[in-house]
């Protein structure tokens, strides 16, 4: 193709997500919107999966049996999650192998929340009603982005999250209606999860490389300082009602803005634990390596056995 | 990464009740087809959605290449003798 | 305790399901591939739910004021009556498989015969759980079979976990003194009677995996007597631990 051609397919294209027309995997596209959407995807299907490894800390441990079932049941969901984004970024041409080779090499990223450890069990509640809280923040916007396997998934992510941040906040709400001990406890992982959660809606505008592109091609709807912003509103009364204070000296509302005003963040601290050096990040990525590399020989297993039983088929037929 | 082969991608398709066609749910990998029924299952089915499940390894599927549409669908869209409001009837005629 | 006989066979059910839905929640998030993790985490889910309606029903007849969670939480290791095979760890993918597969056999014939139970709400439990039991016993031999029939390593592997765990197969066809009065009673089953049928189910998956059904006949017991492996205490101490550091607080 030449280089006009190629132009004007891409005109052509943009056209197409313009006027809200869902592009899908054997469409033609821009070799950057396949690469870029595989990169989003992929990180995304990697946050899901690493996800479970902080919660899932916690799944013997669980204070009673309706604690346990909710979070077994939570942290499954999330592998449904990985599952269906990574059945979306395999129609993008790449598959799950590769796409886990890069996340256990180090190539991808993640949710850079997911490298903070749970030490306590109101971290659970913290994770739920913060973290998927954020999340869906994130997410929902995305059941309309311009790549259709990817809003399909989406979609599907989104009715299931449902659960998960109600499932959160009331494990908050029993501590701090609990003992004094209890109510501690809450506010001690609140104090932990506040900051990690608000750096978990990206780097500010002014520092974010990608939000142009991703806005036209609808993976983003709103820049992450919006997003930012409109977690915190939403957030703040929540933490009222708990009773807890948020760790923000700065915090304070503003009649103006009809907004909260919030204190500086750590963006060393942020960069710090993207660059791996997180309390958790060698962690969590040993368990994932661990668990891949301890589960080959069973996968080749039944792939041997497979074979073998269509070995077995076909020579009946013959 | 181990040499040998990958377990293969399904399609699967989930009937979500009785009356209700069969409609494309997602994919996911397994060895072979009980597997992926099982893995459908358990993957797909985990809040009541369906009563019946296909899977198909996703190799099976031929699907027709955009780059056609043109051919293969606007000839239909001209078509409108196939579609009863073409047809003008006085509205004295009722059942119909 | 008005009924401490069926009190007792009702937590001889229920821990067996307790303690290998633990062990199942274990795995989650690390399991061998994402779609497997996601099928042992529903089996756990099955048991655990299957716990709770037992708990529940023990609490009642207790009528000490105790809730599914202090049973379930707050005994003594020599308090829990499981048997040894479902305390036994995830040593590896095919431990997990074959203490499944062992102990789902057994878990569906005693259903299928705790469902004529006298005991109405006994009944009602066996009914929706075998279902559910049916499916993972499905899972469990189609995994012996694939082990088996795999690959040299898997076939040795799953060899092993079989030939280690069969041990502890044969205290499933112990009778205790709860089960005695319960099976007169027309409640309880009589877990002595589902042997042969057992080891013929057993014994044909595992030729058709391609395995060696273990020879010895040497067998551990002590479980449903509250007299555990090793392992038991670690499991209680990963089970218990809030309600123990925490005692007499809601979650
Ligand atoms: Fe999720
Ligand atoms: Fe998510
Ligand atoms: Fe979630």
């Given at each position: 193709m030449s280089e006009e051609q190629i132009k004007n397919l891409e005109e052509q294209f943009e056209a197409r997500i313009a006027r809200d027309e869902k592009i899908e995997p054997k469409d033609w596209m821009p070799e950057k919107y396949r690469q870029t959407h595989i990169r989003q995807i992929s990180q995304h299907a990697h946050s899901e999966i690493v996800g479970m490894l902080p919660e899932g800390n916690w799944i013997t441990r669980a204070p009673s049996l309706r604690r346990k079932v909710a979070l077994l049941a939570k942290v499954q969901d999330e592998a449904g999650h990985g599952l269906y984004l990574y059945s979306a970024c395999e129609t993008l041409g790449i598959s799950r192998d590769e796409l886990y080779e890069q996340l256990h090499s180090g190539k991808a990223k993640y949710s850079s929340i997911f490298n903070y450890p749970t030490v306590t069990w109101a971290d659970i509640g913290a994770i739920g009603w913060l973290v998927d809280g954020a999340a869906i923040i994130n997410q929902v916007p995305l059941c309309s982005t311009s790549f259709g396997p990817y809003a399909r998934a989406m979609v599907r992510v989104c009715k299931e999250e449902s659960f998960h941040q109600r499932q959160g906040y009331e494990i908050m709400l029993k501590l701090c209606n609990g003992t004094p001990e209890q109510k501690e406890m809450a506010q001690d992982a609140l104090n932990r999860w506040w900051w990690p959660s608000l750096m978990m809606l990206g780097p500010t505008d002014d520092m974010s490389v990608h939000t142009e592109q991703s806005m036209k091609w609808k993976?983003?709807?709103?820049t992450n300082d919006e997003l930012r912003q409109q977690f915190i509103d939403q957030t703040v009364p929540q933490a009222d009602i708990l009773g807890l204070t948020i760790p923000d000296s700065d915090l304070k509302w503003n009649e103006e803005r009809q907004s909260y005003d919030f204190g500086e963040i750590d963006w060393d601290e942020f960069w710090q634990v993207v660059k791996g050096h997180g309390p958790m990040n060698n962690a969590r990525m040993k368990a994932r390596v661990g668990a891949w590399e301890r589960g080959e020989w069973v996968r080749d297993a039944a792939m041997a056995h497979a074979e073998k039983q269509q070995e077995r088929k076909n020579k009946q037929v013959v | 990464m181990s040499n040998k082969k990958n377990w293969p991608l399904w399609e699967v398709f989930v009937r979500s009740k009785n009356g209700l066609e069969h409609r494309h749910f997602g994919s996911l990998h397994a060895a072979d087809a009980e597997m992926a029924l099982e893995n459908a299952r358990d993957v797909y089915t985990r809040r009541n959605e369906g009563v019946s499940i296909w899977v198909v390894e996703s190799k099976h599927i031929t699907a027709s290449n955009p780059e056609h549409n043109g051919e293969l669908f606007e000839p239909a869209q001209d078509k409108v003798y196939r579609h009863p409001t073409f047809y003008d009837l006085p509205d004295d005629v009722k059942h119909m | 305790m008005k009924n401490k006989n069926l009190y007792n066979y009702i937590l001889g059910i229920a821990d067996n399901s307790l303690i290998l839905g633990q062990r199942l929640g274990e795995l989650c998030g690390h399991g061998p591939s994402l779609e497997t993790d996601i099928a042992c985490t529903n089996m756990s889910l099955d048991l655990l739910g299957q716990v709770r309606s037992y708990y529940q029903y023990a609490a009642k007849i207790a009528e000490d004021g105790r809730t599914e969670d202090d049973i379930a939480m707050l005994r003594k290791e020599r308090e829990y009556f499981n048997v040894l095979l479902v305390e036994q760890p995830n040593t590896d993918f095919g431990y997990t498989m074959a203490r499944q597969f062992l102990f789902d056999v057994y878990h569906f014939l005693m259903l299928t015969e705790l469902e004529k139970s006298t005991d109405l709400n006994l009944s009602a439990i066996a009914k929706k759980s075998i279902k559910e039991v049916s499916y993972h016993k499905r899972f469990s031999s189609d995994w012996i079979k694939r082990l088996g029939d795999g690959t040299e390593e898997s076939h040795s592997r799953i060899q092993t976990a079989i030939n280690d765990l069969w041990t502890y197969t044969d205290e499933l066809f112990h009778q205790t003194e709860a089960d005695k009065v319960m099976v007169a009673e027309g409640v309880g089953v009589d877990v002595t009677k589902l042997k042969d049928a057992y080891y013929e189910e057993v014994n044909a998956i595992l030729e058709e995996a391609t395995l060696s059904v273990p020879e010895s006949k040497y067998f551990q017991k002590g479980g449903k007597q509250g007299i555990h492996t090793e392992h038991m205490g670690y499991l209680l101490a990963d089970l218990q631990y809030m309600q123990r550091t925490y005692p007499n607080m809601e979650w």
């Amino acid at each position: 193709m030449s280089e006009e051609q190629i132009k004007n397919l891409e005109e052509q294209f943009e056209a197409r997500i313009a006027r809200d027309e869902k592009i899908e995997p054997k469409d033609w596209m821009p070799e950057k919107y396949r690469q870029t959407h595989i990169r989003q995807i992929s990180q995304h299907a990697h946050s899901e999966i690493v996800g479970m490894l902080p919660e899932g800390n916690w799944i013997t441990r669980a204070p009673s049996l309706r604690r346990k079932v909710a979070l077994l049941a939570k942290v499954q969901d999330e592998a449904g999650h990985g599952l269906y984004l990574y059945s979306a970024c395999e129609t993008l041409g790449i598959s799950r192998d590769e796409l886990y080779e890069q996340l256990h090499s180090g190539k991808a990223k993640y949710s850079s929340i997911f490298n903070y450890p749970t030490v306590t069990w109101a971290d659970i509640g913290a994770i739920g009603w913060l973290v998927d809280g954020a999340a869906i923040i994130n997410q929902v916007p995305l059941c309309s982005t311009s790549f259709g396997p990817y809003a399909r998934a989406m979609v599907r992510v989104c009715k299931e999250e449902s659960f998960h941040q109600r499932q959160g906040y009331e494990i908050m709400l029993k501590l701090c209606n609990g003992t004094p001990e209890q109510k501690e406890m809450a506010q001690d992982a609140l104090n932990r999860w506040w900051w990690p959660s608000l750096m978990m809606l990206g780097p500010t505008d002014d520092m974010s490389v990608h939000t142009e592109q991703s806005m036209k091609w609808k993976l983003k709807r709103k820049t992450n300082d919006e997003l930012r912003q409109q977690f915190i509103d939403q957030t703040v009364p929540q933490a009222d009602i708990l009773g807890l204070t948020i760790p923000d000296s700065d915090l304070k509302w503003n009649e103006e803005r009809q907004s909260y005003d919030f204190g500086e963040i750590d963006w060393d601290e942020f960069w710090q634990v993207v660059k791996g050096h997180g309390p958790m990040n060698n962690a969590r990525m040993k368990a994932r390596v661990g668990a891949w590399e301890r589960g080959e020989w069973v996968r080749d297993a039944a792939m041997a056995h497979a074979e073998k039983q269509q070995e077995r088929k076909n020579k009946q037929v013959v | 990464m181990s040499n040998k082969k990958n377990w293969p991608l399904w399609e699967v398709f989930v009937r979500s009740k009785n009356g209700l066609e069969h409609r494309h749910f997602g994919s996911l990998h397994a060895a072979d087809a009980e597997m992926a029924l099982e893995n459908a299952r358990d993957v797909y089915t985990r809040r009541n959605e369906g009563v019946s499940i296909w899977v198909v390894e996703s190799k099976h599927i031929t699907a027709s290449n955009p780059e056609h549409n043109g051919e293969l669908f606007e000839p239909a869209q001209d078509k409108v003798y196939r579609h009863p409001t073409f047809y003008d009837l006085p509205d004295d005629v009722k059942h119909m | 305790m008005k009924n401490k006989n069926l009190y007792n066979y009702i937590l001889g059910i229920a821990d067996n399901s307790l303690i290998l839905g633990q062990r199942l929640g274990e795995l989650c998030g690390h399991g061998p591939s994402l779609e497997t993790d996601i099928a042992c985490t529903n089996m756990s889910l099955d048991l655990l739910g299957q716990v709770r309606s037992y708990y529940q029903y023990a609490a009642k007849i207790a009528e000490d004021g105790r809730t599914e969670d202090d049973i379930a939480m707050l005994r003594k290791e020599r308090e829990y009556f499981n048997v040894l095979l479902v305390e036994q760890p995830n040593t590896d993918f095919g431990y997990t498989m074959a203490r499944q597969f062992l102990f789902d056999v057994y878990h569906f014939l005693m259903l299928t015969e705790l469902e004529k139970s006298t005991d109405l709400n006994l009944s009602a439990i066996a009914k929706k759980s075998i279902k559910e039991v049916s499916y993972h016993k499905r899972f469990s031999s189609d995994w012996i079979k694939r082990l088996g029939d795999g690959t040299e390593e898997s076939h040795s592997r799953i060899q092993t976990a079989i030939n280690d765990l069969w041990t502890y197969t044969d205290e499933l066809f112990h009778q205790t003194e709860a089960d005695k009065v319960m099976v007169a009673e027309g409640v309880g089953v009589d877990v002595t009677k589902l042997k042969d049928a057992y080891y013929e189910e057993v014994n044909a998956i595992l030729e058709e995996a391609t395995l060696s059904v273990p020879e010895s006949k040497y067998f551990q017991k002590g479980g449903k007597q509250g007299i555990h492996t090793e392992h038991m205490g670690y499991l209680l101490a990963d089970l218990q631990y809030m309600q123990r550091t925490y005692p007499n607080m809601e979650w």
